[in-house]
């Protein structure tokens, strides 16, 4: 069963693209690490909030991916430039009708 994870990050004015590009940096850890897709993006309505769509392997695996050298260092990177305005929901997918 595959784990999802969806979020919102507040970053400070002005600093949203700076977010965007720390979370969006290639990774190639993430993927040996069970994540089957991570994807962020933006939305012109609320300015300083990044979206992060994640879908991993377990909730283990995105658990453990969290104290990986490079994802420590990209949260070190963004820290000071969010907000603290955090959101999001996790859940274990059950279902697809793109795949068996």
Request: aromatic share 6%; proline share 4%; charged share 25%.
């Amino acid at each position: 069963m595959t784990f999802a994870n969806v979020g919102t990050l507040g970053a400070l004015p002005g600093k949203r693209d700076e977010l965007v590009a720390i979370l969006s940096r290639r990774n190639d850890e993430l993927k040996a690490s069970g994540c089957l897709l991570y994807e962020v993006g933006v939305n012109e309505s609320v300015p300083d909030t990044v979206f992060v769509v994640e879908i991993w392997e377990s909730a283990e695996d995105h658990q453990a991916s969290l104290s990986l050298e490079s994802v420590q260092a990209a949260i070190t990177e963004a820290r000071p430039i969010l907000s603290g305005v955090m959101d999001g929901f996790r859940f274990d997918v059950v279902g697809s009708p793109l795949r068996s």
